[in-house]
């Protein structure tokens, strides 16, 4: 699957440059699957992207849509393969390549955006349509709250940018250890789509330690561990003198103005519920990567995509 992780964003015009994959020779035909990311939580339905093949150190050909078929050549001009693409509703682009010449195993992709909206791209490449099906899972993997008493659920928006299905397992009400409990999740998430996971967090008041930390891994099928793990951070919120001063003269019912005073001021460094990821979340994509955006996050990221993983 490519990139590593994530996904490439790619601006109207912008390309990905040419990333290269290993092939089987022997095996034809050859897969890639490529996933146009929509905003929104759904498929954009735009605009379909340029998508382009070299063999070896062959010319760089474009693969129209079936049933058009281009010829691969290699260095020397001579056809090892022809290509073309199919779109599915999820705006998953499967690129058939049935192989003629078995001389070529090092090929290259390159995917250009022709759509005004800017959109993410992952792919895969693999020696049949079912094993290039592979998903991927986005969501913010760090949480961080601070607790007193009771803190609230903390939602975390989940989505699937792969061109698989991304399952869940396990059971409501998880242990994941430091005081969080993964209280719901979605069965599965088809590609293109997102929805949540909710988290609860036990009181700080039954925990000796000021702070603990966790790591806990989700059981879906996304095969990156680093993807799907979250690093937990549970820390007790300490009343400070001040709070204590406070609550004593509220409760002789004197000094009322000091009472005030104090109040502002703890209300002006006290975190009030969780700082994780509940706050703000009402899309899976954060919000300097959002492609709805017009802050562009392209402007800040490398567009290479490096080597693929799987």
Known sequence: MFPDTGQVRLANQATTGLVAFDVDPTVSPWFLH???????????????????LRAGQGLITAVPKQPAEAAVPDETGRTVATASWTRD?????????????????????????????????VWTSAPSDAEGRQPRIQ??????????????????????????????????DTDMGAGF????FP???????????????????????????ANFTLNCNDTVA??????????????????????????????KEHKDHVGKELESH???GGHGLGQGAGHFIP????PDLADSALGNEDPETGPGRG
């Open 34 to 52: 490529v996933v146009a990311v929509g905003p929104n939580c759904q498929p954009l339905r735009g605009r379909a992207p340029d998508i382009e």
């Open 89 to 121: 509703t999820a705006d998953v682009f499967t690129v058939q390549v049935e192989i003629s010449d078995p001389g070529v195993s090092t090929w290259n992709l390159r995917i250009t955006n022709n759509d005004p909206q800017e959109l993410g791209f």
């Open 139 to 172: 969501m913010a993997t760090s949480l961080h709250v601070n607790v007193l008493e009771t803190t609230a659920d903390q939602v975390v928006p989940v989505a699937n940018i792969g061109p698989g299905t991304l399952t869940f397992g396990g059971s409501a």
């Open 181 to 184: 409990v993964l209280h719901s």
């Open 187 to 213: 069965a599965s998430l088809a590609t293109n789509t997102c929805d949540r996971i909710v988290i609860r967090i036990a009181s700080g008041g039954q925990f000796a330690a000021d702070t603990a930390t």
């Open 226 to 255: 680093g993807e799907k793990t979250f690093q937990l951070t549970r820390e007790r919120r300490k009343v400070t003198k001040e709070g204590k001063e406070w609550k004593d003269k509220e409760k002789d019912g004197k000094d």
């Open 270 to 272: 006290v975190p009030v």
């Open 287 to 290: 919000a300097d990567q959002r």
